[in-house]
């Protein structure tokens, strides 16, 4: 159990941060990706000794993340639809609120712009922008061809394009 | 686009994380082994639910081979199977009138459809 121990306090060395930022774009509010990330560890333990050595540990690490962010996304969009709001004006409404927001009025744009991807684009989106994650990586922790991804990956730029330029219209 | 990052987090917010993050092992239960018996638990379940299901169905719908001409029969030994207790023991040589079937399937509590169920076994 030590062992296990030693091997779970070098994952969250390791990965903690990185896992944070990814997970706070997702979701984009600093406490839900506080919560989140707990979950996200909880989870990462309690499967660990499972890990076989299959995958990477990095890949099952990341992959218990995004798996985890997109089910918690999930259960937000049935939480707005039950509350008769638009998930999309709950995430827009994130960004927003962010008091952690320090960037310009053009970033909060793109960032409210990404926050209006569908969770499975916004999350190719950030793995490969932000998190600067490899096309194959990106393939190994989603089972996603490289094809497919970068695919994604280009809509999901296209519509943010497209999104910034509405934006800039309606003002 | 640009890549800066807009984003920030509370001061030392990392370092405490990662101090909360390392106490899960001490606050969580131990993790289960990985081939252990709750591994196996819900399969072991379903597999219990779907031999019990077989078993009383089975032990309902079955028609006994050795009365298989004497529809009444059936009656009595499916009354048998329906009584919860047990208690009913008609000898295959008893001779059972209708009023006997009768009286106790209305003491049995049958339902419609397990009457009806009855009806269409009249062929036999």
Sequence with gaps: MEGLEQVFNSIVKQYSERLYWHVRRMVGSH????DLLQEIFLKIWTALPTFRGEAQLYTWVWR??????LNYLRKEKVRALLHFA?????AVQKVQADPFFN???????????IARLPEKQ?????????????YEEISAITGTSVGALKASYHIA????????SDAEVSK | MTKRNPISVPDGYFQNLEKRLQQIPTQEMQPAAPHGVRRLAPYVAYAASLALLVAVGSLIFRKPAATEEYGWDYVSYLAQSLDP???????????????DIRSYLLASNISVE???????EEAY
Excluded: C
């Design chain 2, 85 to 99: 207790d047990g208690l009913v023991e008609l000898k295959e040589t008893e001779e059972l009138t209708e009023d």
């Design chain 1, 86 to 90: 638009s998930p999309d004006d709950v």
């Design chain 1, 31 to 34: 406490e839900d990706a506080d």
């Design chain 2, 114 to 120: 397990q009457l009806n169920m009855l009806s269409d």
């Design chain 1, 157 to 164: 730029k296209e519509k943010i394009q497209l999104n910034l």
């Design chain 1, 64 to 69: 218990i993340a995004t798996n985890e962010t």
């Design chain 1, 103 to 113: 960037g310009t009025e053009a970033e909060r744009e793109t960032a409210k712009a």
């Design chain 1, 122 to 134: 916004r999350q190719v989106f950030i793995m490969r922008w932000w998190d600067e994650l490899s």
